[in-house]
């Protein structure tokens, strides 16, 4: 089988990799198509996959529109060489549209209920494959499974932590450190949003500083003031990082998703809900913020709460005794299709095979 993947974030590289890993050595073929932006070419140069740099990743609503045209016409160029069988990404339109074009199926991953994609995406998808915890119902295309698309990459039987980054980082063992993610807020779904300013980002880093070191993942260049804090990693090697650090604060969803699929505690400071991340929180691993208030109280009394890493594991393997293996589903779902979807929509339990 011949499988084009479109990437349009980090997280689908870590997403799709295992999944692509063990279908390759099955003598399964995959493309990948990617636009500049953050780390997303560099993650799938790590991983030895064969992709195409399809132009720069666009900023607001009216670019993004713009590239319905543009990068489904080179997705479509690419496709015409290379004759997938199956598109598959997250929730790509441009995926999509060159899938319909092209007279192909489209595969398409959702978690986020991003509604100004889905809009164009839905459409152009034959199906829709997300987390139970979801609250938006996508109707006759949707299928939901009972897990996290971190764990297609942060599951213990994919993801085991290399203790080396502590080196990396120049902490020493058992030395406290929190790491900090600040984003942009380019994405569509942002509008309207917000997170923390300028000033409680610096009152949050100096009042962390006292008990533990900072670190601050950003995307885009970080303020003058905060450049000290920068964490100089590969991007291959966040996610070791984040399950030694004594606690995660930060207004990027997905890098506190993984880090409660880590057992570390995440802080969360965003105006934006997801179900994933309300579940999340059930669990205990996770606490939502709004806005800046009573998080640098929460986040110190965490810091100084005896054996708090102990617990989140606790709470991670109640976690992962009731959610699926992510990847095992992917790669019987994709080699299986259509199969695959007739079953899943005819019997949903058929999901627990892959615990």
């Not at 995959?30 to 991983?47: D, I, K, M, S």
């Not at 489904?72 to 990404?89: E, G, N, T, W």
């Amino acid at each position: 089988m011949r499988i084009l993947i479109d990437i349009g974030h980090p997280a689908h590289v870590h997403l799709f990799k295992n999944m692509a890993h063990e279908m390759i050595k099955k003598g399964h073929e995959f493309f990948f198509t990617v636009r500049e932006g953050e780390h997303q070419a560099v993650l799938l140069e790590e991983n030895g996959f064969t992709y195409a740099i399809i132009g720069k990743k666009q900023k607001g609503s009216v670019r993004k529109l713009l590239g319905i045209f543009t990068f489904s016409y080179k997705i479509i160029r690419i496709a015409r060489q290379f004759k997938p069988d199956l598109f598959l990404s997250h929730g790509s339109m441009y995926a999509g549209y060159a899938a319909f074009l092209t007279g192909k199926k489209h595969i398409a991953l959702e978690d986020t209920g991003n509604m100004e994609q889905l809009f164009f995406s839905k459409p152009v998808s034959d199906v829709i494959l997300s987390p139970q915890a979801l609250q938006v119902d996508l109707g006759k295309k949707h299928i939901r499974y009972n897990g996290f698309h971190e764990l297609a990459y942060l599951h213990p039987k994919r993801f085991s932590p290399d203790i080396s980054v502590l080196k990396e980082l120049n902490v020493g063992e058992g030395e406290k450190f929190v790491i900090l993610r600040f984003v942009s807020w380019n994405a569509t779904h942002d509008l309207g949003q917000s997170g923390l300013s300028l000033s409680e980002k610096s009152a949050l880093i100096n009042e962390l500083s006292k008990y533990a070191r900072v670190f601050i993942s950003g995307e885009g260049t970080l303020p003058p003031e905060f450049v000290r804090y920068e964490l100089k990693l590969a991007p291959g090697r966040l996610h070791h990082a984040l399950f030694y650090a004594a606690m995660y604060i930060g207004e990027g969803a997905t890098t506190a998703s993984e880090c409660a699929m880590l057992g570390t505690p995440a802080l969360y400071v965003n105006t934006i809900a997801a179900g994933t991340l309300e579940k999340q929180e059930r669990y205990g691993l996770l606490f939502g913020f709004r806005n800046s208030a009573g998080l640098i109280d929460k986040a110190i009394t965490l810091l100084n709460t005896p054996g708090l890493k102990d617990e989140f594991q606790k709470w991670r393997f109640k976690m992962l005794t009731e959610n699926i293996d992510v990847t095992s589903l992917l790669i019987w779902f994709v080699e299986n299709y259509p199969l695959s979807k007739e079953v899943m929509l005819s019997d949903p339990s058929f999901q627990y095979t892959f615990k």
